[in-house]
């Protein structure tokens, strides 16, 4: 299985550390920050790619794009912008979606509960008496339309550059930024809360992974008042092991495939390639060792492949084969695919790729486009030749890594045939 996981909290990494358990899973996580991104470095795998950065609707969409099958949102509660954003990227892409929930905390009825952020300020501007806060730093320029808040919030954040500036430029510095990865322990709130001399604890139901009942326990040890800013409910979702359970079990299934593999004849077909970067190189240069026409065409074509292009129609023309190869170093225009049989769509331009694509399948031409899956008629696979012997290999679009070890795999079985 391939899955992509939206990570960030600590469930989403346990989660990833038992999947790269599991015989035949792997996993793409995204983080969105370098320091989530370190975290999981700390257990490197061959079966683990990690993506860094926020992601546009947009780019989820085109990751997605390369197929998984299955995608797991651990994105923290409170991320309800991005839980949105990942549900619809994987209804666009008909993707199947799990959305993993983080259990509520059972705080007493002595806490102060508020809805949101606005709400916390609204209840803490009339009063008296030094903060903790403990609910990041995403929200926290909401909290200065507090009456003297530079004097009365302590604030506790991760212990990150970006988020020092950011916090400094907001007025909080010195003792009253605490910079500190979490989660903490009972004693360690306790001590904070008397230590700092806070009558107040503002925090957010981050579950039992995020502290929140031992932050709720030190409030109540330091005579302090929690208030809770509340989440949005969330009814769909499993549990962390409801999450693994789901995934071993259809792991464990017998896999039933789509694209079914079938060799066609490519003597004399005319081949349209557009684009001559790293992708499509490494097309054109095992078309070079069939029998078809080759045109490629792209604003700069490398030297490699002019070479490459030189040397195959040299060996072509040595055997008696009639084949032409063109090189259009040009702007691409839709008369350059007119009479093609199958074009290949493999330029950077994703908006290109797309609109050749379309162009094609309203004119009835077989097309492959490199980076949507969705689009294509045919996938490009994975190609190992041993003398007459030829083997196609493909993840169905789905792990182009998983692609590239087969073929190794394969490539290496072969190469003691005699």
């Not at 074509?301 to 072509?316: G, V």
Request: glycine share 8%; net charge negative; proline share 2%.
């Amino acid at each position: 299985m391939n899955i992509l996981v939206f990570a960030g909290t600590s469930e989403g990494r346990i989660l990833i550390k038992e999947l790269l358990a599991m015989k035949e899973v792997f996993v793409c996580a995204c983080v969105a920050t370098e320091y989530g991104k370190e975290i999981l470095e700390h257990q490197p795998s061959e079966k683990l790619e990690i993506k860094a950065g926020r992601l546009s609707q947009g780019e989820m969409q085109q990751l997605m794009g390369r197929g998984f099958d299955l995608v797991v949102d651990a994105t923290h509660p409170y991320a309800t912008v991005v839980t949105e954003n990942i549900k619809e990227s994987c209804d666009k892409t008909n993707t199947k979606y799990i959305r993993l929930l983080r259990e509520k905390t059972e705080f007493g009825t002595d806490c102060i509960f508020v809805e949101s952020t606005e709400a916390a300020v609204e209840y803490l501007n009339p009063t008296e008496g030094n903060i903790l806060l403990t609910t990041g730093s995403k929200e926290l320029e909401k909290y200065t339309k507090l009456h003297n808040y530079q004097d009365r919030i302590y604030t506790r954040v991760l212990p990150m550059e970006e988020v020092v500036r950011n916090c400094n430029e907001l007025g909080f510095t010195g003792k009253h930024l605490i910079c500190m990865q979490g989660p903490f322990s009972c004693d360690m709130n306790r001590a904070m809360l008397n230590q700092l001399e806070c009558r107040y604890m503002v925090t957010k139901d981050t579950g039992k992974a995020g502290g929140a009942y031992e932050k709720y326990q030190a409030a109540k040890e330091a005579e302090a008042i929690l208030v809770v800013v509340g989440r949005t409910e969330q009814n769909e979702g499993m549990s962390l092991k409801q999450v693994i359970k789901e995934i071993e079990s259809n792991a464990e299934e017998t896999y039933i495939g789509e694209w079914f593999p079938m060799f066609i004849n490519l003597k004399n077909k005319d081949i349209t390639v557009i684009g001559a970067g790293k992708i499509a190189g490494r097309r054109i240069k095992t078309l070079l060792q069939f029998s078809c026409n080759l045109k490629i065409i792209a604003k700069e074509i490398s030297e490699e492949i002019k070479k490459s292009s030189e040397d195959a129609a040299y060996k072509s023309k040595s055997k008696g084969l009639n084949r032409s190869i063109e090189l259009l170093e040009k702007e691409f225009d839709t008369e350059d695919i007119i009479g093609a049989d199958i074009v290949l769509a493999a330029t950077n331009n994703r908006n290109l790729n797309e609109y050749i694509g379309k162009y094609c399948r309203e004119r009835g031409i077989t097309v492959n486009v490199a980076d949507a899956k969705e689009e294509c008629d045919f996938y490009f696979p994975g190609v190992v030749m041993q003398r007459e012997l030829i083997v196609g290999i493909t993840a169905q679009g789905k792990s182009h890594s998983l692609a590239k070890r087969g073929s190794e795999i394969i490539r290496n079985a072969l190469s003691d045939l005699k």
